[in-house]
């Protein structure tokens, strides 16, 4: 189950999320997550892994279903491994965050997305995304 302040987040944020369990971690779902301009589509859906010990643990990587392309036709890094999850086949983004970058007691899932934004955005600028 999800800390209440990240709950609390999503409701607001999020509307239409959802969790489940599967294989020992938590599966959050974002669905129609907003993407930035240079992708072939506006929105997709955004999965979280998150492991039992998050928050403590930070999340890492993340998945889109349907996959998700640059308008240009140029490939994205590190996006070329699909995996299944739920009964779906979703696109992994195999981002990590450095260490000591998440801060237990501070960072949460609004941070997290933040990043995950931020990814996005020089995603669909760089030309070796």
Do not use: K
Request: proline share 7%; charged share 20%.
């Amino acid at each position: 189950m999800l800390p209440l302040y990240d709950q609390a987040f999503l409701d607001e944020r999020h509307p239409g999320w959802s969790q489940a369990q599967e294989g020992g971690m938590l599966c959050v779902i974002l669905p129609g997550f907003r993407l930035p301009a240079g992708f072939t589509m506006a929105a997709s859906n955004l999965l979280l892994r998150l492991s039992s010990g998050y928050p403590d643990i930070p999340p890492d990587m993340w998945w889109f279903e349907p996959f998700v392309c640059r308008a240009d036709g140029a490939a994205i890094d590190r996006t070329d491994s699909h995996e299944h999850y739920l009964g779906r086949l979703w696109q992994r983004w195999s981002r990590h965050l450095d260490p000591g970058h998440w801060r237990s007691g501070v960072d949460s899932l609004e941070s997290y997305l933040s990043l995950v934004n931020s990814q996005l955005i020089a995603a669909a600028r760089s030309r070796a995304a």
